[in-house]
């Protein structure tokens, strides 16, 4: 079924311990599509300026990513990030933001889009996520990411938004900040109690963690010890996630711990190479075999 | 097959957020011991003073610990630790160490404890550790703990300690440290490279990790949001992996992967009561119906 993506479109600078990248293909939406693209169409809903490269959109075609929501604005720049990791990998600090077209970002979804079944909001402001909700009126499966900036700055809009989806991704941290709970497993249900029907709590390298009325869950990331650039693994997860979900036409609780599997396996991709290096080289055949060693992993 | 421990016995005083409890039962032999006696016939060898409670003794003797090795040293007092714990319930601080009587542990093993197929040298000194070693001549599977404190003060010992035996068991922060390496794949593999067959990386609320030439796997901690007393979580880790590998008299990979899974386990029965007050107080079909959940959660 098709899935569509509403979310930032970006031009990352990357600064690792080991090399540094200027300039880079990124972005919340961009993550999400590539990763959901080994299971479903996708169709994604962002912006940019005028300074994005021909070669950027031509890999997202060449992954069959319907690109007609994408504004392109005459004169603009498109978001910029820049971000440097530690020594471990997975703390960063983020050196500059230039939100530039995506300050006035006015998400405007074409007809196909409005009628999707899936949609998610990759990060970004929830006052743009809540007007892309409003246009999805064929949104069978409506999920939202967020973070900590929104949840400092736009906390009431979200309080709201949490009422109008079915599934909320957020990273560990976030969902103590927004529960103001230390202990991750009431942190989720507590997130869970403020609307989603299911929350799902990112953790890293530490894998994710899944929380419904009735169902407890965690399963731990792939173990790799090739992280070349966490950047995105997050998007990546929630891509292959909803992917899945997508391909299967439901989001019952077994298709949903099998979409969580293959979040964690698509993102174990994504960190092996900056950018979309790694994600955009590999197959489904690859997918399904770490899914094997994965399965086999976590049985005993 | 019989399994003995060679480690501390303590009086702790532990501050927790919500609670404080003064000289509660505690040490790692002891987390140990009482985690592995629902597998297997545990004999502890250790050392406290005259100012022990008969009723910690009577309370092992209850789960059929022996305590042969434990020595009563006259006029001596137990080792005593006060820690306090952070509102997350994972970090740690250590407030006040007494060594006490375990300032000058010379273990002397038993006869019956030399003759010991399984032996685990929990956390303690690294001359200690190795003292134990070279008495027990009969043992097939030797696997010890070891903490920061012996890495930064003791580390040739420690080094000549990892090329006699067969697993190590460390945390996380202590495998980076051991090995200046942040990527905890490639630090547990390097540990391994320095002796041992198989190494075991506890992550606290994220699980563990187990390392051998052949296999790297991770297994997650099983989620609770009955978080009282995190202390000894990691020796009844431990305690519940040894004890199945001596319960089943084998440490093939297929066993060494359902131990590590007990393991998890029982330590999470640990943090849901301050000492051993829950440990204590379940049931081996307790245990099966956790494991039952726990298989059930990580297969999709």
């Given at each position: 079924m098709p899935l569509v993506v509403v979310g930032s479109v970006a031009l990352d600078s990357v600064e690792t311990p080991k090399d540094t990248r200027e300039?880079?293909?990124?972005?919340?939406?961009?993550?999400?599509?590539?990763?959901?693209?080994?299971?479903?169409?996708?169709?994604?809903?962002?912006?940019?300026?005028?300074?994005?490269?021909?070669?950027?959109?031509q890999l997202l075609e060449s992954r069959g990513i319907n690109i007609e929501g994408l504004q392109i604005i005459e004169g603009g720049k498109t978001f910029r990030w820049r971000g440097r990791y530690m020594e471990n990998m997975n703390d960063r600090e983020t050196l500059d933001v230039q939100l530039n077209t995506l300050a006035d970002f006015d998400p405007q979804l074409p007809e196909e889009c409005r009628r999707s079944p899936f949609l998610f909001l990759a990060n970004g402001s929830t006052t743009t996520q809540l007007k892309a909700i409003e246009q999805s009126t064929g949104a069978t499966l409506t999920v939202a990411d967020t973070m900590d900036l929104w949840i400092n700055t736009e906390r009431e809009q979200l309080e709201a938004m949490l009422k109008k989806i079915d599934g909320l991704v957020l990273n560990d941290s976030e969902a103590k900040l927004l529960t103001g709970e230390e202990n991750l497993v009431l942190a989720g249900h507590k997130v869970r109690e403020m609307g989603p029907r299911f929350v799902v709590v990112k953790k890293g390298e530490h894998g994710a963690m899944f929380f419904s009325q009735y169902e407890t869950y965690v399963l731990p990331a792939f173990p790799t010890e090739q992280v070349v650039d966490p950047t995105g693994a997050g998007d990546s997860f929630a891509g292959g996630m909803m992917g899945y979900l997508a391909e299967q036409g439901n989001f019952e609780p077994t298709t949903l711990k099998k979409a969580?599997?293959?979040?964690?396996?698509?993102?174990?991709?994504?960190?092996?190479?900056?950018?979309?290096?790694?994600?955009?080289?590999?197959?489904?055949?690859?997918?399904?075999?770490r899914m094997e060693d994965y399965q086999q992993m976590l049985s005993f």
């Open positions: 300039d880079i293909l990124g972005g919340s939406a961009v993550y999400f599509s590539v990763a959901a693209s080994y299971f479903a169409p996708v169709r994604l809903v962002g912006v940019v300026g005028d300074d994005w490269p021909a070669e950027h959109t969580m599997a293959y979040g964690i396996l698509v993102a174990s991709f994504t960190v092996e190479d900056f950018s979309l290096d790694r994600l955009i080289n590999i197959t489904r055949e690859d997918l399904e075999r």
